[in-house]
């Protein structure tokens, strides 16, 4: 189908903050199979916001409109919406007991306002204390979706692409669609891996999209009946598998760290950490798992040498003579956190993440890691670039595929 | 003035790329004192670039143009306004004889394509091979600049902005703005403490930006001289560190976690944390500011209750009277970090982050912190709302907002 995109917000027009969302939804609504020709943003201006809708839906199937849906006085997209399509506000009584079972409500009467939509309105998760709705306007939906990014997200891939995927006049084919993540190639070198399955015209399309520290890729399949469109996918994913090979960590909702985790989990081994540079970042990423307690015991973050050497036991030798960032104390470093931490398994990282502290020998990006396991010990020497966060976000997700690649191999 | 801004280019309305030049461009004018009301992205199509650019000049003083400007047979925007406008394509000799001198040309016939443009087109930078031009339209200026972000920040910062400055007609008000960030209050209760400033009409803005676990507000002055400006300015900002209180913990590019590492600096106090359920997040926000090493010693990541005993010294009993999340425990914890990290003071944090492990009597969210110091301690629980990653990032903040308070008391 056809679809327009609009972002309200002054943050978005005084350039604030970036467009993350309009970028998000023709990322997904493309991959769907939908055409966006025309994309808009306007500031919280109510007259600028009905019109923007109204030559919107002159122009195009559906549109998603993001933006302007929260309590405060500057959002103001129910109003605007109402006037300019003359669905006068009405109350949703559901809405407000569900705003009144806030804690917050209390201190702030004007929560009241997000019970307040426009006649006709549809909302997107009635379960959920999370604004978000649907009307239609000639049988043309429009979503409102809020501007917070991960309730945006949320919203788009749970109801925006099932109900259109399914909306009656839709001249859509059959989708089959799945993303693949991929870390350890760029995307000009997946680019290259994956150019011949490119040329089997519009039935079959790849999208690649660069993240902080790997590349996610996209495939999408048409067909004329989901059996078509099934083995079409089936034969595509297959040669993006052989392509990739191991560069290829997960599909779908996986991150690495669900990955290296289940991995953990399936091999009934316990995962200890030694972090310097990354600070607790690969920690933090393993925790980020719900039910990681049962394969993760720990992190010993050693910022100061004092804590390598007290808690670590690294020897006060290695620190002199083979220096912080050194595979010698990354050794010493790994082999102390599987002690103290009780572990089967310890990943030690030591590294410099900038923007100071790097030499002409080790410079700004130079990372040190070491993996120990009951029967081996191995070190490493990556050198990363980007930033700080870039460096550091690297180095964790570095430490995870170490571990990954090895319960590949022996687990 | 008002203007507006068009990005043209089918990779934007694909969502393959996130649109930064319109962004880079609202964020300069915005701060320039101009005022855009919206922006548009369209596609490589040269009916949508024609009726875009019409649109806008209907509705603006000056618009801005980027993307579509190449060799390439996607590249349409000259050939789009040319029609669009009535200003047939002129061949400029000067521009072809800077682009015979490249290298590439001789492999590039379509490079020609870069020579001709709309008649009346002044070059930004005729010295140097790099596209970009200037159309007049009823005494309005449109600034056509490359996609590449780079090419189109140096011409935006170089050409668009002095240009515009000095723009006959132009009726520029002076602004002023600052970004406030505040934790430990919602959005709409901030709303409420603001609200008085909100009447005083267009040259007094405020916005809210509420991020995932803190609210930024913005303060935006206009004034007809710098000094009307500046004073509007600074009697607003007093109001909003009034309305606010110790809920400001900063400003501009501030974090919770910089401002926090600051004060430990100014009191050349050390840090070491003790923490469970935020998993090493805490941890790594200290280090994502440069030149944490000075005040922060380390942190043990105590997943396990093995690592709380053996690591922090939790007592056996301690676990078991009162449970890994408790404040007995929190206390325990900090202590030991304090002493195993060689800290002058520790923060400990054991919670239930979810989304499972909640009881009747501590449901998902409880969260127990203990900050111990050279001659003090105390101990505080919190229930945090949302799911794991917001309850993991409330916590994480909280941690340091515990220290944040204790020095402005004490430091």
Redesign the interface.
């Known amino acids: 189908m056809l679809g327009e995109i609009i972002a309200v917000g ?11 969302t ?10 769907a199979g939908h055409k ?8 919280d ?1 109510a007259g ?1 916001i009905g019109t ?1 809708l109204l030559l919107a839906l002159g122009r195009a199937d559906f549109v998603v409109v993001t933006g302007g849906l ?5 959002d103001i997209t129910v109003e605007a919406v109402a006037e300019a399509l003359d669905r006068p506000q009405t109350f949703y009584p559901e809405i407000f007991a569900k705003i009144k079972e806030c ?2 409500f209390a ?2 009467p ?2 009241e306002k997000m019970a307040w939509l426009p006649s006709g309105a549809e909302v997107l998760k009635p379960g959920e204390k999370m604004a978000g709705f649907m009307l239609r306007y000639e049988e043309k939906p429009i979503f409102f979706l809020p501007g ?1 990014p ?1 309730q945006m997200r949320e919203l788009m891939l749970d109801r925006v692409l099932p109900r259109l995927a399914t909306w009656k006049g839709s001249s859509l084919s059959l989708v089959r669609q799945q993303i693949y993540k991929v870390f350890g190639l760029g995307e000009a070198e997946i680019n290259t891996l994956l150019a011949p399955l490119e040329e089997q015209g519009d039935a079959v399309r790849i ?3 660069p993240m902080a520290d790997e590349v996610h890729v996209s495939l999408t399949v048409r067909g004329e009946t989901s059996r078509e469109a099934e083995a079409l996918f089936l034969s595509n994913e297959e040669k993006v598998r052989a392509a990739l090979v191991e560069g290829l960590y997960g599909e779908g909702a996986d991150t690495m760290a669900s990955v290296t985790g289940a991995l953990l989990s399936k091999a009934k081994l ?1 995962l200890g ?1 030694a ?1 310097s ?8 990423e ?3 798992v ?4 049962d394969y ?9 040498n ?2 390598k050497e ?2 670590l036991g690294v020897q006060q030798q290695t620190l002199v003579d083979h220096g912080a960032v050194s595979e010698e104390t990354a050794r010493e470093m790994a082999r102390g956190a599987r002690k ?3 572990a089967d398994l310890a990943v030690s990282i030591t590294g410099i ?4 502290g790097g030499t002409a020998e080790k410079p700004v990006g130079t990372v040190c890691f070491s993996l120990v396991t009951p029967d081996s010990q191995q070190e490493y020497t990556f050198h990363f670039s980007g930033k ?2 870039l460096v ?1 976000a690297k180095a964790a997700t570095m430490g995870l595929d170490l571990v990954r690649r090895y319960l590949l191999e022996h687990g």
Chains 1, 2 share one sequence.
């Open positions: 002054d943050e978005l027009t005084s350039g604030r903050i970036v467009n993350s309009s970028y998000f939804a023709a990322s997904h609504l493309f991959a966006i020709a025309h994309m808009a943003t306007v500031g201006e600028k923007a929260g309590s405060t006085s500057d804690k917050a201190k702030m004007s929560m917070v991960n999208g690649y999209y316990r950490l972090e540079c990354t600070g607790g970042l690969m920690a933090h393993i925790t980020g719900a039910g990681s307690s993760f015991t720990g992190s010993v973050v050693a910022y100061a004092e804590v007290g808690v103290v931490l009780g993440a900038g923007p100071t700080r966060p550091q």
